[in-house]
């Protein structure tokens, strides 16, 4: 019986998609629930499955194609047995022997199919460690370490005839490669934020060590606590940002048209870095959850991203955005809105600097805060007033709890 494959209903906020990498060509066995074919959207990477056990029969988009939701993706003929299953006639003609990376090159991810292109790897050396032999982006990424890591081998003498040009090589290389559907959107919305909005930035800085000094204390016992859930100071930022969107509802707002849409509830997103470009999944009720509840999503969120996990949901709403640059090193930034919110927190390093604390000069560690805001709806005078109202829960970590 002949099933149709079809690509995933995509959201309204969707409109269409592209081929990314297809896992399996015509003629091959497929396993139900198998990774058929991964189709890129503006947002997500999203994975067809095989419905049942059978033949891939007919591929009727090809990769690099743009669909359309529901399209249809493939053919399967359920419960054929492969063509490559039975035994091939013997051939008089001697044959050369296809190139391994022609079979190897159906593991790889688009993640992993990027890093092999950019730094022109050989992937019959890598060994994959994901489900059914798939090489990931972290297989290549240990397998580059490694390369690095082995000491260099002698250079053969030159030979004495002829000395060796001395200078930088002549040749100037240059690879193009195009932008992926995420990586343009992402462009794209970008490039609006700072075109549509009237975005201001203004700045602050905390002193993070009581944090530091309440995240020493009881770290062992919160991770033990919480089932192996780490204290990191996330943690703190999204429920002291909960906490102040409630006083200030403007930085809580978004903007639809000509309309200002104020939010009753704090659904916070948090910046994450993918090798596919900037994502921003959503925490919902961030408001309602513990600073365990938010330092387990915050991960799961981290993990998902990373192995192009999330969903269309996962990446839509969010009324406000937490982005920390400082796990990077920054030390200042100033953070572009995610539209149509009207405001993002930026984290950045903590650095030890000099500070005056009652007439004396203490070495504390401080970390610059920045808020950026659309001034069509914010004031001035509430954007600084919200990131002072941070600034306070931060420096004084019981306020968070007492609401105060």
Not at 109 to 124: C, F, M, N, T, W
Not at 178 to 192: D, F, G, H, V
Not at 357 to 384: C, E, W
Not at 389 to 399: F, G, Q, S, W
Request: proline share 6%; glycine share 6%; with cysteine.
């Amino acid at each position: 019986m002949a099933i149709e494959i079809k690509a995933p209903a995509f959201p309204e906020s969707v409109a269409d998609g592209e081929v990314a990498a297809w896992h399996k060509q015509e003629g091959e066995s497929v396993s139900r629930d198998e990774l058929i074919v991964e189709i890129e959207t503006d947002k997500v990477v999203m994975e067809v499955v095989a419905p049942e056990d059978g033949v891939i029969t007919k591929i009727h988009a090809q990769e690099g194609d743009t669909i359309e939701s529901q399209q249809l993706l493939a053919t399967l003929e359920q419960g054929a047995a492969s063509k490559t299953s039975a035994p091939a006639a013997a051939d008089t003609a001697p044959q050369a022997s296809a190139p391994e990376d022609t079979d190897l090159s159906a593991l790889l991810g688009p993640a992993a199919r990027q890093l092999v292109d950019e730094h022109k790897l050989d992937i019959s050396q890598i060994s994959g460690s994901g489900k059914n032999g798939r090489i990931t982006k972290e297989d290549i990424l240990k397998h580059m370490k490694a390369a690095d890591a082995a000491p260099a081998k002698p250079a053969a003498p030159a030979p004495s005839a002829e000395a060796a040009p001395v200078g930088p090589s002549s040749e100037r290389v240059e690879k193009r490669v195009p932008m992926t559907r995420m990586r343009a959107k992402i462009a794209e919305r970008l490039l609006n934020a700072t075109q549509e909005t009237a975005m201001l930035t203004t700045f602050n800085e905390v002193n993070m060590a009581p944090v530091m000094a309440l995240r020493s204390k009881y770290k062992d016992q919160f991770e033990k606590t919480h089932n192996g859930t780490r204290l990191g100071f996330m943690g703190f930022f999204v429920k002291a940002a909960c906490e102040a969107l409630k006083r200030f509802p403007a930085v809580n707002a978004s903007v639809d048209g000509s309309d200002i849409v104020y939010h009753g509830y704090q659904d916070i997103g948090v910046a994450v870095s993918t090798e596919g470009g900037l994502v921003v999944p959503v925490m919902r009720d961030a408001d309602f959850m513990s600073l365990a509840d938010v330092e387990a999503a915050v991960k799961d969120l981290g993990l998902r991203a990373r192995d192009n996990k999330l969903t269309i949901d996962d990446m839509t709403g969010g009324t406000f955005t937490v982005t920390n640059g400082g796990v990077f090193g920054s030390l200042l930034s100033t953070p572009i809105l995610n539209p149509p919110q009207t405001g993002i927190l930026g984290m950045h390093k903590i650095q030890e600097r000099p500070m005056a604390v009652n007439g004396q000069v203490v070495i504390q560690p401080m970390m610059f805060l920045a808020l950026s805001y659309d001034h069509r709806i914010i004031d001035g005078k509430t954007a600084v007033q919200f990131l002072v109202a941070i600034k306070d829960l931060i420096e004084d970590p019981a306020r968070i709890l007492l609401q105060l």
